[in-house]
């Protein structure tokens, strides 16, 4: 495949997987939880290159769900301690956060990997960073794991989507029928943080945050069926990660700035245009569902 | 046999206690309408028994057995404020929910499913609404939803929590003759319940709670004007006399 197919290949891998993963996220309001993973996994991947001296995918992979699960965790038990939910995302990643960054600049010398790389991402190294696939031949290490990553969030969610469906809904419901809302909750995160990792040298870990919220916020506003939620988040990941690197080759700029830009339009577009939510709709429409 | 058995139950709820000291016995086929003030620990209580919230103490045994070994006997109806009615589904998806727990781990929901949803709808008088967002219902017609999940759950022990709250005429109606059939159909229902007013027409056993059972028995028996004082305090003037 060509350098610039591989690039959009992993783009699109990006944007399914945030794509989906983000609808879960919006709602079961964890918007800020997925900005504390984003953040949280520098700390994560920096730890596991630290102790195996190696910058491989699968090692960053097993620092990063750690990572993740810590957050998760530490955020909870400072919760259950009376500290407010958001004040406790806040404080856990800032702190995870900045401990990540002060041992990269200390300790990791000059390998490669610096902070302005793990936050902002570099989709054109992409495709120098091979490996060797049976039966594929020389694939990019990144796109390799992404498609792993892909595979494993797809399954998770179609085998547990009806467990997902009403955990998110109506966690007490759920707990009452027996299904273990703190374990899938877990799970969740994990599959939150392995994403967010995979899609690291992609786009980085802020803008990694546009590819989860936006495109999902935007689908939000288009149906009121969450499979097909589900379907339109994903596709608008990968119009807005595909058409951010036409952008950012157009205007010459960034590429993971210009995909985050691309989910902003994406967004604006279904805030005006969308026919059940949309601000022009509302206008039009004359009022007739009193509701309540 | 009992129902359910509570022993010496007591939890807190942000450090400050809300129960203590509860105990009691339900007897089979009763109706009972849990009433006591803002704050009293109604809420907490369903929570409690349902393990949803930690317990400090105390023992709650269902059907002389444990909570986990009866799931499915046990039905639940959280508050209509609890959950997120702009969440894309609609009505008949939120019924099939009452179902998730019988259907299993790795199975979607059967035709089959679906009919005893749809059937639980038309029962609440719904069936026509099986298809609408959740988010277009009505205050009413959204409990009534609620009511037909927990319908196709068919449990033989019910608690619901507030289920009369912010609903029109015509959903009370229909709730409550919900009720009383599953009482006849020997169910056993407890429900969280503010109206003071209704608590003789819609209930055969009351529980006034304040943190602690002030009074539990049948509803000609407890519910006296000295009983609901002692619950809910001085301030509160006895309709009866109004």
Redesign the interface.
Known sequence: MSYEGWILLTAALVGISCGVMGVFLI?R?MAMMADAISHTVLLGIVTAYLITRELSGWHMLVGAIIAGLLTAVFVQWLHSL?VQQDASIGVVFTTLFAIGVIMIATKTGNVHLDVQHALMGEITFVPWQTMEIPLLGEVPQATFILSIVLAIVLVMIL?????W??T???A????????PVMLMHYVFMTLVSITTVASFDAVGAIMVVAMLITPAAAA?LW????S??LVLSAVFGVLSAIGGYYIASWIDTSISGSMAFATGILFLISFIGSPRHGFISRYIRPVT???? | MSVLKVEDLSASYRKNKVLSDVNFNVKPGSLTGIIGPNGAGKSTLLKVMLELHPSLSGKVSFFDSTLAKTKRRVGYVPQRGSVDWDFPTNALDVVLMGLYGKIGWFKWPSKQDKELALEALAQMGMADYADRQISQLSGGQQQRVFLARALVQDADLYFMDEPLVGVDAATETAIMTTLKRLKSAGKTVMVVHHDLLTVEDYFDHVMLLNRTIVEYGKTDEVFTKDNVQKTYGGSLRWMKEA
């Open positions: 709602l309001r009376g085998a547990f989507y009806k467990e469906k009403i998110t809904f109506d007490a419901l759920a707990a009452s029928l027996g299904i939000y149906t009121d069926k969450l097909i939620m569902l009193a509701k309540e």
